[in-house]
């Protein structure tokens, strides 16, 4: 009943970037909705109208049973149509597979992170090497350019990767 996708669709899209535990809050009461959540893997399934709370004391059973959430270690950009995955260095952009450097992914894994503000050069040097220098400040230059050759349609007029003059670059997350 929500606009563009309905929760099932949302959950599923949830289940592909983490783990965490998802209670579903719906005004739909009939009990085959409630199971079929249930079944899904939702954790829980509360109706509209509820009492405030029976919602806290439902997260917070939740809580009690799930253990620490994993980090999110999937990054999906769907208005871009850009996945990454940091657990087998996967970059999926429009249904294709793109083939990156150690280093090319390091570097547009500290982008996707930080998506969508900017991140400093030194930020990238610090994250990609573990310190600051000019060689490489250089060094990302050179391999932002050959990322931008890899995933961009135009790499002269960049859509994806940009670059914020004199400050740092960020992943475009939204479509231009």
Not at 127 to 144: E, F, M, P, S
């Amino acid at each position: 009943m929500m606009p563009g996708m309905d929760g099932w669709q949302t959950y599923l899209g949830l289940r592909q970037m983490t783990n965490a535990p998802v209670i579903m809050v719906s005004a739909n009461g009939k009990k085959e909705n409630v199971v079929e959540s249930l079944q899904m893997g939702f954790d829980d399934y509360m109706i509209k109208p509820f009492f405030p709370p029976e919602l806290v004391a439902r997260v917070n059973a939740v809580m009690r049973r799930v253990s620490a959430p994993k980090p999110v270690r999937i990054r999906v950009f769907p208005e871009i149509q850009l996945t990454i995955d940091f657990d087998n260095k996967e970059v999926i952009l429009k249904n294709k597979p793109i083939q990156l450097t150690s280093r090319e992914f390091a570097v547009l894994g500290v982008l996707a992170t930080n998506a969508p503000g900017v991140v400093k050069y030194e930020d990238i040097s610090a994250a990609v090497w573990g310190d600051d220098t000019n060689q490489h400040r250089n060094r990302i230059k050179y391999l932002i350019y050959l990322l931008r050759q890899k995933i961009e349609d135009d790499p002269k007029n960049p859509e994806i990767v940009i670059n914020r003059e004199g400050f740092g670059y960020k992943l475009q997350t939204s479509s231009c």
